[in-house]
């Protein structure tokens, strides 16, 4: 498979609008991939919680019909990050889309785990509740969202849903970014999976971004590494080496505790 990781920066001198855009071009840009790959609450930064209810927007809004085109457009299967959504009865949630290369919604994913210790994201949105896979022609992908990353329960939910790449959109900061490659190359070793992690650049509301997307083999073997701005990680990876690798050392089949119910 062919990925790009499209590490956006979001600079508070650039409307809303105008984002949407042009991260909409940017997809555009990485047609005859097979998997697009976006950060966490772009459109407005990810930091930004003063602006979250003025921006926040219906599941089938503007970003939902931007990147459904763009989608369509570059003829990619496309992991949109995530926007504030705005529910039906006011809450708003940390929400992904993943679109099919027509441009069809196949998911949305809400982020369970609320970052900001009972300040910021913690206390304005909701928590999502729900797992979510997404079957691949090639893999199955698991939905994660930054904070999410710090939860390993959370991924071997997925795994045992049938996880088998690993995709986390994030607005991780700069002075915590041991943590997310720690983290991300963690994921992967204790799954078998890669790990697919998508971070922005630039200055949300104060606070610098990591940037350093990173894309992991199911050994923990880092295979790309962006750096800390704007631009456009690629990658080739064989999704069937996680199989592989969960044959030849199957540690996955020893686990004791935390076993999901028989299927």
């Not at 630039?202 to 606070?207: F, R």
Request: glycine residues 8%; negative net charge; hydrophobic residues 45%.
């Amino acid at each position: 498979m062919h990925a790009s990781l499209i590490q956006i920066a979001v600079n508070p001198d650039e409307s809303v609008n105008s984002r949407r855009e042009r991260a909409a071009s940017l997809v555009v840009a990485q047609r005859g991939a097979d998997l697009v790959v976006l950060p966490e609450l772009w459109p407005v930064g990810a930091f930004a919680y003063t602006v979250f209810a003025e921006e926040a927007e219906p599941l089938h809004g503007p970003t939902h019909d931007v990147m459904a085109k763009a989608a369509a457009d570059a003829g990619v299967w496309l992991h949109a990050g995530s926007f504030v959504e705005r529910a039906e009865d006011g809450t708003l949630y940390n929400t992904t889309l993943v679109f099919s290369p027509q441009g069809e919604r196949v998911a949305a994913y809400r982020k369970i785990h609320r970052f900001g210790f009972d300040k910021g994201e913690a206390v304005m949105m909701g928590a999502g509740e729900e797992l979510v896979t997404v079957a691949l022609p090639e893999t199955t992908l698991g939905l994660a969202t930054c904070y999410d990353l710090r939860f390993p329960e959370q991924f071997r939910g997925l795994v045992d849903a049938g996880a088998e790449t690993l995709v986390i959109s994030a607005g991780w900061p700069e002075r915590r970014r041991s943590h997310w490659t720690l983290l991300a190359q963690a994921r992967a070793v204790e799954n078998q999976a890669f790990v697919l992690a998508a971070g922005s650049a630039g200055t949300h509301a104060g606070v610098e971004q990591a940037g350093h997307s990173i894309v992991v083999d199911p050994w923990g073997e880092v295979l790309a590494e962006a750096g800390a701005g704007e631009e456009v990680l690629t990658v080739e990876f064989d999704p069937a080496r996680t199989a592989t690798t969960r044959a030849q050392f199957p540690a996955l089949k020893d686990r004791r505790l935390g076993l999901a119910a028989p299927r």
